[in-house]
């Protein structure tokens, strides 16, 4: 197969300085992009900074031979991180909003300030680059964006209820990205990694840890980046030498009134709840449009049965 390649592309990369975002800089520079390391070079907990982290990967970039120029912003200013691809490269063809912080703390003893700083750096820190390249990727009708969740967000974990709560956040925000770029050819999808870095230093188990490298998961984001292809919307985790993905399912369901007329009461959820959470026949649905629709079906098939009955009742008194 042809090498995948992102000669011309501009590449930017947050939180680039160390972790996932640097093996991803290192990918993009290793496959032609010019690359844009942005790193605010704080502490895992986002206390202070520093331009060491962000120099240091563009140091490796061009010993290699690669392309980079450094950013020390903060992902909240996102276009500052934009002003300088566009300063040194003149286009913006991939953003990977990669840059995280950790504040984990039971949930009863998250502090206002604890769940303000993880919903800015991750959530908003996202927002605003993402939302200041794609302007510039409609005009050209090229982009591709990554934003990046976590397992904790798909599905809780001790100690994260803050982090948990904006990384889903990020999914929603992939999901609706993907729905408005779709036909500018801006496409946007969601990585769950799991990788040794500083973050989860402290939380996996040694042997495992020697395991996840980040580089396993470059090459997903990689793809997923690459003007051929396709994915769009989609919820991708990677790790160990693994990828998949990862979707929202729903039941089938159940109907909890017999007629037009009929109401909803809680003995009738109870009675039904088992048909309810029965995810024996559950689907992936594709857009919200199918969500409501089922909702749609059901008001139909009482709207037919009121019909059926009426013409019953009507036959039955011609007749
Ligand atoms: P890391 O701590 O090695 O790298 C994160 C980088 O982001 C650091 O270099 C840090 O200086 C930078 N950064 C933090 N706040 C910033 C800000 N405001 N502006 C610019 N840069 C900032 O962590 P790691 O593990 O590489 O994490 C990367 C992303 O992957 C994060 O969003 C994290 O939440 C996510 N993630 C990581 C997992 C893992 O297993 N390592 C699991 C799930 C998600």
């Known amino acids: 197969m042809a090498e995948l390649r992102f ?38 907990h986002g206390d202070g900074s520093s331009s060491n982290a962000a120099d240091g990967v563009v140091d490796e970039i061009r010993q290699k031979g690669g392309i980079a120029v450094a950013n020390y912003n903060s992902v909240l200013d996102g276009e500052k991180i934009i002003k300088t691809a566009l300063d040194n490269f003149g286009r913006i063809d991939v953003v990977v909003c990669n840059a995280g912080i950790l504040r984990d703390r039971s949930f009863p003893r998250i502090s206002d300030q604890d769940w303000d700083l993880i919903h800015s750096v991750h959530l908003k820190g996202s927002f605003k680059p993402a939302q200041a390249a794609f302007p510039l990727m409609k005009k050209q009708s090229y982009g591709r964006i990554i934003v990046t969740s976590s397992n904790a967000g798909l599905y809780g974990n001790f100690g994260q209820a803050n982090y948990s709560a904006a990384k889903l956040g990020l999914v929603g925000l992939a999901k609706t990205i993907a729905i408005e770029g779709a036909k500018y ?111 749609m079906e059901s008001i139909e098939s009482l709207q037919n049965d009121a019909n059926t009955s009426d013409l019953n009742n009507s036959d039955v008194f011609e007749y």
């Open 185 to 295: 050819n801006i496409f946007c999808n969601a990585i769950v990694p799991t990788a040794a870095s500083r973050l989860t230093e402290d939380i996996l188990p040694p042997d495992v840890f020697k395991e996840l490298k980040p580089e396993f998961i470059a090459p997903v984001v990689a793809y997923l980046c690459h003007e051929s292809c396709q994915e769009n919307g989609s919820i991708i985790e990677a790790g160990a030498g693994w990828a998949g993905k990862c979707a929202i399912l729903r039941s089938n369901g159940a109907l909890l009134r017999s007629s037009m007329t009929d109401n909803v009461n809680v003995e009738k959820v109870k009675d039904n709840w088992s048909q309810i959470t029965d995810l024996s026949k559950a689907r992936v649905l594709g857009s919200i449009q199918e969500a409501t629709g089922v909702l």
């Open 7 to 44: 000669d011309g592309r501009v590449v930017i990369v947050t939180g680039a300085g160390a972790g996932l975002g640097r093996t991803y800089a290192l990918e993009f520079a290793s496959r032609g992009a010019k690359v844009v390391v942005n790193d605010l070079g704080g502490t895992r």
